[in-house]
């Protein structure tokens, strides 16, 4: 995965706190079919902060869970002027004090918008790290997050999130897994048992 970036298409921090929170449950090309008139309508905090969370529904009405988030977004973006005036925070703890805001999303902020190192752990990462070995017996998201960032270089850690993501998405799929197309199958825990079966049988 050469490209390890996020797909989630954003032009600034708002942008991307916007994408993210719609992503919960949700494709990242279903968020970037909402976001272009998203964005048209909502060009900043401001905007999103003075709608009502009809208009907001309006607008994501085609992604899961769209109440929920209507009202997630809304608040956040009073929450965000409020508080903040206006400015995504940096600081992972800051950020989680945002409405739809948890400890996942707020390492994604941190990670990709201000270039820290910070491990998110999402449905792909915890599913990819506990199958492959690089994670043992770790049954949370926090617990996941802590091995990973326990061995890998802090400079690769923003990078290694999306190289986890997108292997899980592409390739370590969950229910069927492209083992014969994966160039780290070699060192996969779940691989070595997959073989193991086939030489017992």
Same mark, same amino acid.
């Given at each position: 995965?050469?490209?390890?970036?996020?797909?989630?298409?954003?032009?600034?921090?708002?942008?991307?706190?916007?994408?993210?929170?719609?992503?919960?449950?949700?494709?990242?090309?279903?968020?970037?079919?909402?976001?272009?008139?998203?964005?048209?309508?909502?060009?900043?905090?401001?905007?999103?902060?003075? *709608?009502?969370?009809?208009?907001?529904?309006? !607008?994501?009405?085609?992604?899961?869970?769209? /109440?929920?988030?209507?009202?997630? !977004?809304?608040?956040?973006?009073?929450? @965000?002027?409020?508080?903040?005036?206006?400015?995504?925070?940096?600081?992972?703890?800051? @950020?989680?004090?945002?409405?739809?805001?948890?400890?996942?999303?707020?390492?994604?902020?941190?990670?990709?918008?201000? /270039?820290? *190192?910070?491990?998110?752990?999402?449905?792909?990462?915890?599913?990819?790290?506990?199958?492959?070995? !690089?994670?043992? #017996?770790?049954?949370?998201? @926090?617990?996941?997050? #802590?091995?990973?960032?326990?061995?890998?270089?802090?400079?690769?850690?923003?990078?290694?999130?999306?190289? !986890?993501?997108?292997?899980?998405?592409?390739?370590?799929?969950?229910?069927?897994?492209?083992?014969? *197309?994966?160039?780290?199958?070699?060192?996969?825990?779940?691989?070595?048992?997959?073989? #193991?079966?086939?030489?017992?049988?």
């Amino acid at each position: 995965m050469p490209q390890a970036e996020t797909e989630l298409v954003f032009k600034d921090p708002y942008q991307l706190l916007v994408a993210v929170i719609l992503s919960a449950q949700c494709t990242d090309k279903r968020v970037n079919s909402i976001t272009p008139a998203f964005f048209r309508r909502f060009p900043d905090v401001n905007a999103l902060a003075e *709608a009502s969370q009809d208009e907001v529904f309006e !607008l994501i009405k085609s992604c899961s869970y769209p /109440n929920n988030k209507a009202k997630h !977004l809304s608040e956040m973006a009073k929450t @965000l002027c409020n508080t903040f005036q206006g400015i995504v925070p940096s600081d992972v703890e800051e @950020l989680i004090t945002l409405p739809g805001v948890g400890r996942k999303t707020a390492h994604v902020i941190a990670s990709v918008a201000f /270039n820290q *190192a910070k491990m998110a752990v999402d449905t792909h990462v915890f599913r990819v790290s506990n199958r492959m070995g !690089l994670a043992v #017996k770790a049954t949370t998201p @926090l617990a996941v997050e #802590k091995q990973l960032v326990q061995y890998i270089p802090e400079g690769l850690i923003h990078k290694a999130h999306h190289w !986890l993501i997108l292997h899980g998405r592409y390739v370590c799929k969950a229910r069927n897994p492209m083992c014969s *197309a994966c160039g780290v199958s070699a060192y996969c825990k779940f691989y070595q048992q997959l073989q #193991k079966k086939l030489v017992d049988n």
